[in-house]
């Protein structure tokens, strides 16, 4: 590297370094450049500097940051994710126009900066040789590069008469960190730029050793810490949550019938026998396919013991003769049984009475009380034409 | 950029005759000297709330958001109540330091850099809401547009929840980089005066190798007339964006288009609200009466009271419009939950009214715009107002809804959910102290900037040359440099 020789010249006013500045440059000497604790107006123009050309690069960045988030969004939402999304169309570009305008501000300043500190050749870690300490203070500090013909000591001279408050010589290695705008870019920074393309790069190109881990680092929803559908009720309580796994009380599941609430009596008790009274059939009426149904639960569940004329004379009876020990009830015929409330009927059938069994295991609700209404009917189809007759 | 003279109408921004020298001196002081008590007392208090806040933010991430009041109808509480304020703030340094540049209001080096840093960390804390609202947190890189082998699985590009994702990050990181490039400069201000190894070191990173070169200045300037440029539509654009998580809806007392705008008056308005609470005690602690002068004050106590107005102009619209539509929902909404004082909630329409309509007034009068208690007073009022205000539109909207059978009695937070609100002030304040400890908290290239136009000493010197006959003044204008 080639040492080059400075001479430094401090003035303490912009009013004396204006005309310090046309005065060295009219003298023939080459201004390295003036460091100025704020940005003064004009002093660029005056060192014959030309306009920058950064926000020319802002605008570059900011078109390319529009049409990436057209582009983006415009080839996720009409062609590798084509979603629907309450029938709107998939090219809709005003819902679009938010993101578009912040990509745009965002690759146009971050652009900006970046491209800043690479032309400036400053950030972080960047160490700059500084001519004078208080140029980043109350010092503009004038510097002047020196050829073999300069007389150093004259031209020091100069400055003072210019106002200069403080003059100096001073030797340096040339190098980008003397901050020359005709430098080409600095190795450092080239190579700051290709090891984050190389990180970059090598991180997409991962291909399927990712795939294979030992260790999770993102598991995403692998293990959720939400309770599973049909997870066993203790693991659940383990975790410390309250949670019973069962519906509401009182919940009915969709489609079923209304359940039959009333229990089994304790032994000697008729309490809920006499309570079943109140309970009213679900089933009103049955339909002539419904009868036929009912006709044949009965002759396969009931008229083994209450006869297929319901007259309790069924095959297990049978007169006494056959193997059940007492006279099954007297269905149609019988005024007890006659004025039976369906509800009471049910909770024989469901919990069984006297020595009948309980039914709830062959019969559904449904079936019961289809039953106990096919048995309604025929007790009233026995009983109305009387009541007809007693009227003639 | 600037005129080379300026009116002896306006104040100076800089009260004292100071030199470059003195300019740096006073403001490098908190750095270069050790924090005094209250600074300690202040940190560790800050610190506190943050750590009080990450507890409950540790369980809100370990329980999940059931941690929060939240309710069937109230699905936004504390959080985005929350989320919208700390934007707003956010606001008012976005516009000082962006618009008021482009605007050349050369009061704004005064504050800015406060300002913006401030900006930052609100941004920071809003950012906080909606992220752990999101409930599984280790999710929230979903929201992002990443190339994926999730199916492929992309964010709803049309959605203005993925609009905010992008308008707050845009928004943080230009604020950022806007705030650091301003920032470069005069932490080599402070490198270059370091005593010790350490700072020396620590300076020299953050400043980037900074000389002050003549080029490289004019960069920066360019550079920074363009972040301005770019920011002045992106703070407008931030609010907007997030008034559209409301008014793309159908809830009634969201669905309106008057919402952007109103939005954006109310962010600025709560911004230098907050702005004016920390510079006044920014000048107090610091001693940085000559550089936050009372002009500087007065000058934000009207923005204050244009924007608390331009906002009262809104809750006036919009309960006229809750009457003129017609429309029923909407007529509930403004008219028997929020005007209704009687109303579940009608105290926090009434407490927003009066904190951000009808107390803002008191600054068209100049005696109180500059009274330095008066303005730190109105600077809490508003910012209580401002709070209220996001609260109104939340809740109120939200617990009576279309569903009479589902509407909540009442929405109150759990501790967990102001712990995380608090622990937001925590982050906020701590961030501040460290700021105001290790940066500096005043541009001071900008003080220097505009030192000589607007500086106590220069107007006195104009002053003298106005008493001057005037052509000897033309003669010497002519023949300057």
């Known amino acids: 590297m080639a040492i080059k020789k400075f001479v430094v010249g401090c003035f303490t006013d912009e009013k004396e370094l204006f005309p310090a500045v046309k005065t060295i440059r009219k003298s023939g000497f080459k201004i390295h450049d003036v460091y100025t604790p704020y940005p003064v107006h004009g002093l660029d123009t005056a060192l014959g500097l030309r306009e920058t050309s950064l926000h020319t690069a802002g605008f570059i960045y900011a078109l390319i940051g529009l049409c990436t988030a057209f582009g983006g969004i415009g080839w996720i939402l009409t062609i590798d994710w084509p979603q629907n999304y309450g029938g709107k169309p998939h090219f809709a570009l005003p819902a679009w ?158 489609g079923s019938d209304i359940p039959f609430l009333i229990a089994k009596d304790t032994p000697g008790s008729t309490l809920n026998y006499l309570a079943a009274q109140k309970i009213i059939n679900p089933i009103t ?39 059940f020990p007492a006279k099954p009830a007297t269905l149609v015929g019988d005024p007890k049984y006659d004025a039976m409330p369906e509800g009471q009927m049910f909770y024989s059938v469901t919990y069984g009475k006297n020595l009948m069994g309980s039914y709830a295991s062959q019969l559904t609700t449904k079936q019961r009380w289809m039953v106990i209404k096919y048995i309604k009917m025929q007790q009233e189809a026995v009983s109305k034409p009387q009541t007809n007759t007693n009227s003639k | ?47 506190a709330l943050l750590l009080f806040g990450v507890y409950s933010v540790y369980r809100d991430v370990t329980y999940g958001i059931g941690q929060w009041n939240l309710n069937k109808t109230v699905g936004w509480g504390w959080d985005i109540t929350n989320f919208v ?114 700072t020396k070191l620590m300076y020299g990173i953050g400043s980037f190798g900074w000389s002050g070169s003549t080029k490289h200045w004019q960069r920066h300037e360019s550079l920074c007339l363009v972040l301005a440029g770019l920011s002045t539509p992106l703070v407008l654009s931030v609010h ?115 904190c951000n309509v009808l107390s803002p007034q008191i600054f068209w009068f100049r005696s109180m715009r500059r009274n330095i208690f008066v303005t730190f007073f109105m600077s809490v009022i508003v910012n209580i107002g401002m709070w209220f205000e996001r609260f109104v539109i939340i809740v109120t909207s939200l617990y009576r809804d279309y569903l009479p059978s589902s509407w909540s009695i009442y929405y109150s937070p759990s501790p967990w959910e102001i712990g995380f609100f608090v622990g937001t002030f925590g982050l906020f304040f701590t961030c501040f102290f460290m700021f105001s400890k290790y940066a500096p908290v005043i541009a001071v290239a900008e003080i220097k900037y505009i030192l000589k136009t607007s500086g106590e000493s220069f107007k006195n010197k104009i002053t003298k040359i106005e008493t001057e006959p005037l052509d000897k003044f033309v003669d010497e204008q002519k023949h300057a440099h």
């Open chain 2, 1 to 47: 950029m600037h005129l080379k003279y300026e009116s002896q109408l306006r104040e100076p921004l800089v009260y004292g005759e100071k030199t470059y020298g003195q300019v740096t001196e006073d403001i490098l002081k908190p750095i270069e000297r050790k924090p005094s008590k209250l600074w300690y007392v202040g940190f560790f208090i800050s610190s």
């Open chain 1, 97 to 254: 126009i938010p993101i578009m305008f912040e990509c745009t501000v965002l690759f146009s300043a971050v652009g900006m900066v970046l491209t800043f500190c690479y032309i400036c050749q400053i950030g972080p870690l960047v160490k700059k040789h500084r001519f004078h300490l208080r140029a980043t203070d109350d010092y503009f500090v004038m510097v002047i590069e020196c050829t073999q013909q300069t007389n150093t000591h004259d031209l020091e001279g100069l400055l003072k008469s210019l106002g200069a408050c403080e003059t100096k010589t001073e030797t340096v290695e040339s190098g980008w960190w003397l901050g020359r705008y005709d430098l080409p870019a600095p190795s450092v920074a080239s190579a700051v730029i290709a090891l984050i393309l190389i990180t970059s790069l090598s991180a997409c190109s991962n291909g399927d050793a990712g795939r294979e881990q030992n260790r999770v680092y993102m598991p995403d929803m692998a293990y959720s810490r939400a309770v599973e559908t049909y997870d066993d009720k203790e693991h659940i309580t383990n975790k410390g949550i309250f949670y019973n796994a069962e519906p509401a009380k009182g919940s009915i599941a969709r």
């Open chain 2, 85 to 198: 304020w700390w934007v707003g703030i956010g606001h008012a340094g976005t516009l000082i330091s962006a618009i008021l540049l482009l605007f050349r209001q050369g009061w704004r080096t005064g504050v800015n850099r406060a300002a913006e840093a401030m900006t930052i960390f609100a941004v920071l804390c809003a950012g906080q809401f909606p992220v752990f609202h999101m409930g599984r947190v280790w999710m929230a890189f979903y929201t992002l547009p990443l190339p994926n082998t999730r199916g492929p699985l992309w964010p709803n590009f049309n959605s203005p929840l993925l609009w905010d994702v992008f308008a707050i990050s845009t928004y943080l990181t230009v604020s950022l980089l806007f705030w650091y490039s301003g920032l470069i400069p005069d932490l080599a201000t402070v490198r270059d005066r370091a005593k010790t190894k350490f």
């Open chain 2, 240 to 354: 907007t964006i997030v008034s559209f998580d409301f008014a793309t809806s159908v809830i009634p007392g969201w669905h309106t288009t008057i919402f952007p705008p109103y939005f954006v008056a109310g962010a600025v308005f709560s911004g230098f609200a907050m702005v004016q609470s920390l510079m006044l005690v920014v000048r107090k602690v610091f001693g940085m009466e000559d550089y936050i002068t009372i002009g500087h004050i007065e000058a934000m106590n009207k923005v204050i009271v244009l924007t608390g107005s331009i906002v009262g102009v809104a809750y006036l619209t919009e309960l006229f419009m809750g009457w003129y539509s017609q429309n029923k929902y909407e007529g509930y909404t403004f008219w028997y939950s929020r005007a209704n004082l009687f109303s579940p909630y009608g105290w926090s329409y009434w407490g927003m009214m009066a």
């Open chain 1, 285 to 323: 009426s049955l339909s002539s396919d419904d009868q036929e149904e009912a006709h044949r639960l009965y002759l396969v569940y009931c008229g083994i013991c209450h006869g297929q004329k319901y007259d309790g004379n069924g095959p297990l009876y049978k007169d006494g003769s056959g193997p």
